[in-house]
């Protein structure tokens, strides 16, 4: 009903209020939007400064000015956190990047980098030996992720090498740490651990010997290596002579080959020891 005159509007003039409110309402909508972007755009609201915390032991100042302020866009107001995250983990040597806007007008950003822990090999397309790698090398970080940066940069050039796969390096990675006690035992270190496309292991030795592991799980492939650890001391202490390589292989022991020993199993290569 219309208060003043007691009669209702009729239905057309009705819808025709409605639709010129509904208009008004996004005119306005429209406006606000483009007058915001117009702020958000002010020069006032410019970054006046960006504060890196967290690791920048590999990357300098001019480091991070040339790889990540080009890629930075937007000011305090309207920056896209996530695209500037992108931009400072673009940047060799970072894994994770952490941004906050801090008032007034400044950019925080906590940095996390990369901590090689092994070289990668990645096993080329269609090779069916482990043996069979691309000389490309990058590296692995202590999360089992392979990163590139410049090997130059590595300052501990005895990291070991793993040799696998495409998406094994992860994998590799738990497998050489699960083994290293072990060859700790010995007085080795593993420098080489590959494995081949259809999951067999070998490690290479510090000291050159190579012990071909087999296949299986982590689980069965360290207690296989625990219990040779275990026994070729005794071994080598009888014949004097060092390990050349090893054959863990047979199900009910395993084959060895030791400097200057030659021995012939029938059936079976010569320069070999079960």
């Known amino acids: 009903m219309n208060s003043a005159t007691g009669f209702a509007l009729p239905p057309d003039i009705r819808l025709m209020n409605a639709v010129s409110a509904l208009l008004v309402a996004v005119l306005l909508a429209t406006a606000a939007w483009a007058a915001m972007r117009w702020v958000v755009r002010l020069p006032v609201f410019n970054f006046r400064a ?47 990047a952490q941004l906050r ?14 901590r090689p822990t092994a070289y990668w090999e990645a096993r080329t397309d269609g090779a069916d030996s482990a043996t069979e790698a691309s000389a490309e090398r990058a590296l692995v970080n202590s999360f089992g992720e392979v990163f590139q ?23 590799m990675l738990r497998m050489w740490r699960a083994l290293t006690p072990a060859a700790e035992s010995l007085s080795e270190s593993i420098d080489r651990l590959d494995l081949s496309g259809r999951g067999s292991w070998r490690a290479t030795l510090g000291s050159g010997a190579v012990i071909e592991l087999g296949r299986g799980g982590e689980a069965e492939v360290v207690e296989r290596f625990g219990r040779f650890a275990h026994s070729i001391t005794q071994v080598t202490a009888q014949y004097r002579s060092p390990l ?14 030791l400097r200057g020993v030659t021995t012939q199993i029938p059936g079976k290569p010569a320069n070999r020891k079960r």
Not at 56 to 80: D, I, Q, T, W, Y
Not at 101 to 114: F, G, S, T
């Open 50 to 96: 960006i504060q890196v915390e967290g690791d920048v032991s590999r990357n300098s100042v001019a480091s991070l000015r040339a790889n990540a302020l080009p890629r930075l866009h937007g000011s305090f107001l309207s920056m896209n956190l996530k695209e500037g995250r992108a931009a400072f983990e673009a940047v060799p040597w970072v894994r994770h």
């Open 101 to 114: 806007r801090i008032w007034p007008m400044r950019l925080k950003v906590n940095l996390e980098e990369h």
């Open 149 to 171: 940066a410049n090997l130059g940069d590595v300052e501990d050039e005895d990291l070991p090498v793993l040799a696998g796969p495409a998406d094994a390096a992860g994998a």
């Open 244 to 257: 050349l390589s090893a054959d863990l292989r047979h199900a009910d022991g395993y084959a060895v080959k």
